[in-house]
């Protein structure tokens, strides 16, 4: 895990490293850093615990176990519920991905008229919050027989005002000479888009890819509202629905809470600089 | 056909899917949850327009009053709350070296965890001993037991913190980018000219960090507003409780949409909560520019 590099004439900033203050500022941040840390160490540590370890508050089991994470996946569709969160958050993943990208690069390389006009249409749907449209979306979904389908949880996400906004952003800084000279060597308008301009921009794709998919794979009011199959739910319902019933016995609701958390602290520690290049960035243009 | 004529076809026909899809399911159900908010309705019967009705009726209605001082509450308490803590995390955190990345990678992770999954576990360590953390750890240390979620007085703090515990991380990298792009110069030129910390903190830090905070004022102002997650997952049967202490503005549209199906009345409740986010960041917005 490597640190931002610090820039030439940072020395001010770190002076306090040389001054004896630091060694308490910095034993601070590090109990900070652990009391944020233990809710997770917690879960995860009791998730291998057996029932009548439970309640002890020694964080390392005597005994680890992974008879519970084998009983719920014997006892709950917690392996389907993954199997829909996984698939969903995919496929809006790749249509965000695609179209976003389309719009914004449309947005930000063709000059016409009415530009500006679907720019801003496309804006101020970041102004209208999700909670506005579920009562509209339920209506629309129970109308064209959408609940309970992976199509009902997917389509309001299928394209987002915010990754138009990154992608035209990411556009803008890149040179029109290149599609010039893509187009005087005859390749097409979308051949362009593709082979051209898109692989300039990887590092905003990689970003928007890896938001999009955490921000499906946690999401939790529509895919509630929209589903009441059991077998439909994506893992935070379904996750939602096990631990009410299993209020009592709390090693099996760690396990479950595990289980949703673990991909996204795998993806984080994959992709760490990415997603913390990407908060800043969509952070300070958004 | 000139060049710049079928470049301009070219690009309709790129945002022809995309412009069916923003209006479909973006622009005609804002609309249509004004119409639904005028009516009353329970998807069985057809609609029924009643004007102004479920307007008034919300005037009258003591949950609805609740549900909107509690979502003022995580605002007024979270918000401020998490900038603090964050800013002086990020301050510091800026100036050290030594590990300095699995630190900030243990203050954000948090950030990335589903919600849900984090509300169970705060839920379990609230729980009454000898089954909760906090209070096992209370009693350890010679104090009484607490009730957390399930006081009406303590439920709302208890239910806050997984909140403003899970935002902390994102807060702290963008502090600390904003940090990171204050010209050293303006530092150098403050040491030469012989100012203190605090000095440099109130005169170049904090005014250069204007639009960072104007930013995550409103960015985290909107996410207070918008809690359901934690309090639908922390609470009895999602139910907002202990008699309603906890409930927030969106978990009593949830309630009334999809438990009471009064699709009307939600409708409704979805319009006030649309006017006070929007009222919300207008307000801050122009708080923080004319300063």
Same mark, same amino acid.
């Given at each position: 895990?490597?640190?931002?590099?610090?820039?030439?004439?940072?020395?001010?900033?770190?002076?306090?490293?040389?001054?004896?203050?630091?060694?308490?500022?910095?034993?601070?941040?590090?109990?900070?850093?652990?009391?944020?840390?233990?809710?997770?160490?917690?879960?995860?540590?009791?998730?291998?615990?057996?029932?009548?370890?439970?309640?002890?508050?020694? %964080?390392?089991?005597?005994?680890?176990?992974?008879?519970?994470?084998?009983?719920?996946?014997?006892?709950?569709?917690?392996?389907?519920?993954?199997?829909?969160?996984?698939?969903?958050?995919?496929?809006?993943?790749?249509?965000?991905?695609?179209?976003?990208?389309?719009?914004?690069?449309?947005?930000?390389?063709?000059?016409?008229?009415?530009?500006?006009?679907?720019?801003?249409?496309?804006?101020?749907?970041?102004? %209208?919050?999700?909670?506005?449209?579920?009562?509209?979306?339920?209506?629309?979904?129970?109308?064209?027989?959408?609940?309970?389908?992976?199509?009902?949880?997917?389509?309001?996400?299928?394209?987002?005002?915010?990754?138009?906004?990154?992608?035209?952003?990411?556009?803008?800084?890149?040179?029109?000479?290149?599609?010039?000279?893509?187009?005087?060597?005859?390749?097409?308008?979308?051949?362009?888009?593709?082979?051209?301009?898109?692989?300039?921009?990887?590092?905003?794709?990689?970003?928007?890819?890896?938001?999009?998919?955490?921000?499906?794979?946690?999401?939790?009011?529509?895919?509630?509202?929209?589903?009441?199959?059991?077998?439909?739910?994506?893992?935070?319902?379904?996750?939602?629905?096990?631990?009410?019933?299993?209020?009592?016995?709390?090693?099996?609701?760690?396990?479950?809470?595990?289980?949703?958390?673990?991909?996204?602290?795998?993806?984080?520690?994959?992709?760490?600089?990415?997603?913390?290049?990407?908060?800043?960035?969509?952070?300070?243009?958004? | 056909?000139?060049?710049?004529?079928?470049?301009?076809?070219?690009?309709?026909?790129?945002?022809?899917?995309?412009?069916?899809?923003?209006?479909?399911?973006?622009?005609?159900?804002?609309?249509?949850?004004?119409?639904?908010?005028?009516?009353?309705?329970?998807?069985?019967?057809?609609?029924?327009?009643?004007?102004?009705?479920?307007?008034?009726?919300?005037?009258?209605?003591?949950?609805?009053?609740?549900?909107?001082?509690?979502?003022?509450?995580?605002?007024?308490?979270?918000?401020? /709350?998490?900038?603090?803590?964050?800013?002086?995390?990020?301050?510091?955190?800026?100036?050290?070296?030594?590990?300095?990345?699995?630190?900030?990678?243990?203050?954000?992770?948090?950030?990335?965890?589903?919600?849900?999954?984090?509300?169970?576990?705060?839920?379990?360590?609230?729980?009454?001993?000898? /089954?909760?953390?906090?209070?096992?750890?209370?009693?350890?240390?010679?104090?009484?037991?607490?009730?957390?979620?399930?006081?009406?007085?303590?439920?709302?703090?208890?239910?806050?913190?997984?909140?403003?515990?899970?935002?902390?991380?994102?807060?702290?990298?963008?502090?600390?980018?904003?940090?990171?792009?204050?010209?050293?110069?303006?530092?150098?030129?403050?040491?030469?000219?012989?100012?203190?910390?605090?000095?440099?903190?109130?005169?170049?830090?904090?005014?250069?960090?204007?639009?960072?905070?104007?930013?995550?004022?409103?960015?985290?102002? %909107?996410?207070?507003?918008?809690?359901?997650?934690?309090?639908?997952?922390?609470?009895?049967?999602?139910?907002?409780?202990?008699?309603?202490?906890?409930?927030?503005?969106?978990?009593?549209?949830?309630?009334?949409?999809?438990?009471?199906?009064?699709?009307?009345?939600?409708?409704?409740?979805?319009?006030?909560?649309?006017?006070?986010?929007?009222?919300?960041?207008?307000?801050?917005?122009?708080?923080?520019?004319?300063?």
């Amino acid at each position: 895990m490597s640190a931002i590099p610090f820039d030439d004439g940072q020395s001010w900033r770190t002076r306090l490293a040389a001054s004896p203050g630091w060694i308490v500022i910095w034993t601070l941040l590090v109990i900070g850093a652990i009391v944020m840390m233990t809710p997770l160490l917690y879960m995860i540590a009791t998730s291998l615990k057996q029932p009548h370890e439970v309640f002890e508050v020694n %964080i390392i089991p005597h005994e680890p176990t992974f008879e519970n994470y084998t009983y719920i996946f014997q006892n709950s569709p917690f392996g389907r519920w993954f199997f829909n969160s996984f698939v969903t958050s995919t496929i809006v993943t790749l249509s965000v991905l695609f179209f976003d990208s389309l719009i914004g690069y449309t947005l930000a390389k063709f000059e016409f008229r009415g530009r500006n006009i679907v720019f801003i249409a496309i804006l101020t749907t970041l102004m %209208i919050p999700t909670e506005m449209l579920v009562v509209p979306w339920y209506v629309m979904a129970k109308n064209f027989g959408w609940l309970n389908s992976y199509w009902g949880i997917m389509f309001p996400g299928l394209m987002t005002g915010f990754g138009v906004f990154l992608m035209r952003q990411f556009f803008m800084g890149v040179p029109n000479d290149y599609i010039d000279a893509a187009r005087i060597d005859g390749l097409g308008e979308f051949a362009i888009f593709c082979k051209v301009a898109l692989p300039l921009v990887t590092p905003a794709l990689s970003a928007l890819a890896i938001f999009t998919f955490l921000g499906n794979w946690t999401a939790f009011l529509w895919p509630l509202i929209v589903t009441s199959d059991r077998a439909l739910y994506t893992l935070p319902v379904g996750l939602a629905s096990f631990s009410s019933e299993n209020l009592t016995a709390w090693e099996l609701v760690m396990a479950g809470a595990t289980i949703a958390t673990l991909p996204t602290l795998i993806v984080f520690i994959i992709f760490q600089r990415y997603i913390i290049r990407g908060v800043v960035l969509a952070g300070l243009k958004g | 056909m000139t060049i710049e004529r079928k470049l301009a076809l070219r690009a309709w026909a790129f945002l022809a899917a995309p412009i069916v899809f923003f209006c479909l399911i973006r622009f005609y159900p804002a609309f249509e949850s004004f119409g639904i908010a005028f009516s009353e309705w329970n998807l069985l019967s057809p609609p029924k327009f009643v004007g102004f009705a479920n307007f008034q009726r919300m005037l009258g209605d003591p949950v609805f009053w609740i549900a909107f001082k509690n979502t003022f509450l995580y605002l007024i308490i979270g918000a401020p /709350v998490s900038l603090l803590l964050a800013f002086v995390v990020a301050y510091y955190l800026d100036q050290v070296r030594f590990a300095h990345g699995l630190i900030r990678a243990c203050y954000f992770i948090p950030h990335l965890t589903t919600t849900v999954a984090m509300a169970w576990v705060w839920r379990w360590f609230y729980q009454p001993p000898p /089954v909760g953390l906090f209070n096992n750890l209370l009693n350890t240390v010679g104090f009484g037991t607490q009730p957390f979620l399930r006081s009406t007085f303590q439920a709302l703090p208890a239910v806050l913190a997984p909140a403003i515990w899970a935002g902390l991380g994102f807060q702290i990298v963008l502090f600390m980018a904003g940090l990171r792009a204050i010209p050293s110069s303006y530092y150098e030129a403050a040491r030469i000219d012989g100012a203190g910390r605090w000095m440099v903190l109130r005169e170049i830090t904090l005014p250069q960090l204007r639009p960072t905070i104007v930013f995550l004022v409103v960015i985290s102002s %909107i996410g207070f507003l918008r809690i359901f997650d934690t309090v639908f997952n922390m609470t009895d049967n999602g139910a907002g409780g202990p008699l309603n202490s906890t409930k927030p503005l969106v978990l009593y549209i949830y309630e009334s949409a999809f438990r009471a199906y009064q699709m009307g009345y939600a409708a409704a409740l979805t319009i006030v909560f649309f006017l006070i986010l929007l009222a919300v960041s207008l307000v801050q917005l122009r708080l923080m520019r004319s300063q």
